[in-house]
């Protein structure tokens, strides 16, 4: 299919501005990977060190390509991309599902065959389909790793020495990396993926998992290999398993793996295959029963392939804690907004700063300089509830946001969760913060349309972060407590990210795109004493929040 095609065919879907912003999102994303790819490609020099420094010991990986009425130009460039490898200790094996008629694939393949030992062509009796054919393959493997490629992609020439070298250190048996897209020929780049680090509530509503994929094969037996009534998500479905069962989950942020992109595959365009996001839902909701959490899903509109879940909301209490400066004029219709957002739900309200304007409203006085993280940490002093919502004034919550974010806040493996914040023009301002020594605390996506995607569907759906804003924020009271509230030395924005590090080694930090906060007014913060108190996660590239 192609991009006029595509385009139209979204427009008719999506309408005009969610159209609109999905071209600018595409072109922006491929300028960006044309470049990223011309910048990081592995060089000779590299691969020449690789081929002369062999890890120790190193690890045996059994490629599996499923053949299928292969074409012969695309399965020469797949078996091509193995052989080129810098590591040496692997077994490529074709598993061949093709129509006995069909002799494209059998002849292509034992010309590998007869030039290299470490080639294995095994021609089926009938398709067993795409599980059915990959784990044959994985039985008759020999390799200590099974990894997983289509019989029209390739591998990029380090990918199985860098796997090697990642399983030498960790002894991780689930690893996945970086990949990109091309048009065709391999040069011809579409997209780069640079993936986040594992994370549970991303992988629920997005796959991004994909390719690359390494799984210790004692694993993989163990939990059943892959099912095939789950066919055209049989990787999610895998990975979703694999989430819940390997002992160590490793990415490793490079780009090993190169996605073909032409009619009929599946990243041509999801109409392509549309079977598969109805069995990718269906593997979603075995593994929530599997983990015990009722969710109701959805697809997304203008975002096939990812994901909405809707989950349900426990019997928890909730207590508000409203952070203001201001007059009183400027409160009520601050707080007449909030009771609007909140609906009929019960809520204690606390606020800080604000007026006795209100009956059943706590109005704790104070009359220092406006700060944020002291008043707030006053507020969670004086309140009673299960979970507690932080508001600062310059954000004003929208209908529905405390039946989105108190599911997750209940989750016991959950540290901090916010929601997206955007202007009045309905621009995105953040979407969480990212961690970088350069630009500290950078809003994620900003600058964004609200009617857009967004990177790895980030506009669309519910995903793992490092660090939330303080003044958007919910976290369970006891919790909070436990580390000591808010940093007072810090500020809004600088406060909650603050929190959600020091709450993100018990759990997950979470970000909904469907709760969401108009912020009125810009934040101006120093953020010199986060970095002194928080070079360490700096210093790295953040875990959870990558883009090319």
Known sequence: MNYIVKTLNYLKKNGLPSTVAKVCETRSFRKA?????????????????????????????????????????????????????????????????????????????????CA?????????????????????????????????????????????????????ETGADFIYTDEYSFSENAGNVISVTLKPDFGEYTLRGINYIGHMCAVRKSLFIKIGG?????????????????????????????????????????SSGIDAKSYCLESAKAAIMEHLGRKGVKAEISDITGAESAYRLRYACPDVTISLVVCFEGSEKQFVYYMNKVFESIGQKEVEIITLGG???????LNI?????YSFTEMANIGARASSGDVIMFLDHRIVPHEGFLEELVPYAAFPDVGCVGGQLINRFGIVEAMGYRLDRNDILTPWLRGSSKKGVGYLRGLKTAYN??????????????????????????????????????????????????????????????????????????????RFLRMP
């Open 365 to 369: 006085e104070y009359y220092d300089e």
């Open 226 to 266: 892959l099912r095939s009534e789950f066919d055209g998500s049989q990787d999610y479905d895998l990975a979703l398993r694999l989430g819940e069962k390997a002992e160590k989950i490793l990415h490793i942020p490079y780009v090993l793996y190169g996605w073909r992109i032409h009619g009929g595959s599946v």
């Open 355 to 361: 007026y006795n304007s209100f009956d059943g409203v």
């Open 33 to 113: 990977s044309e470049i990223y790819m011309r910048e990081n490609s592995v060089t000779e020099e590299e691969l020449r060190y690789q081929r002369e420094n062999q890890p120790l010991r190193g690890a045996k990986f059994s490629v599996v390509v499923p053949l299928y009425n292969s074409d012969e130009n695309y399965l020469r460039e797949t078996i091509g991309s193995v052989m080129a490898q810098s590591y040496e200790n692997w077994e490529l094996i074709l598993v061949d599902g093709s129509s006995l008629s069909y002799k494209t694939g059998e002849n292509t393949a034992m010309e590998y065959v």
């Open 465 to 542: 972060v490092s660090c939330l804003m303080g003044g958007f924020m919910m976290v369970r009271n006891k919790d909070f407590m436990s580390v000591g509230g808010f940093n007072e030395r810090l500020g809004v924005i600088s406060g909650g990210c603050d929190l959600c590090l020091r709450l993100i080694g018990r759990g997950n930090n979470i970000i909904t795109p469907y709760a969401q906060g108009t912020l009125t007014d810009t934040i101006d913060e120093d953020f010199y004493d986060f970095y002194s108190e928080n070079g360490y996660a700096c210093d790295y590239e953040d």
């Open 116 to 168: 290299d030992s470490r080639v294995k062509y095994r021609r089926l009796g009938a398709n067993l389909g795409i599980s059915g054919n990959t784990n044959h393959g994985a039985e008759a493997s020999s390799g200590d790793y099974i990894i997983f490629l289509d019989h029209d992609d390739i591998l990029m020439p380090d990918a199985l020495y860098r796997t090697a070298a990642a399983v030498s």
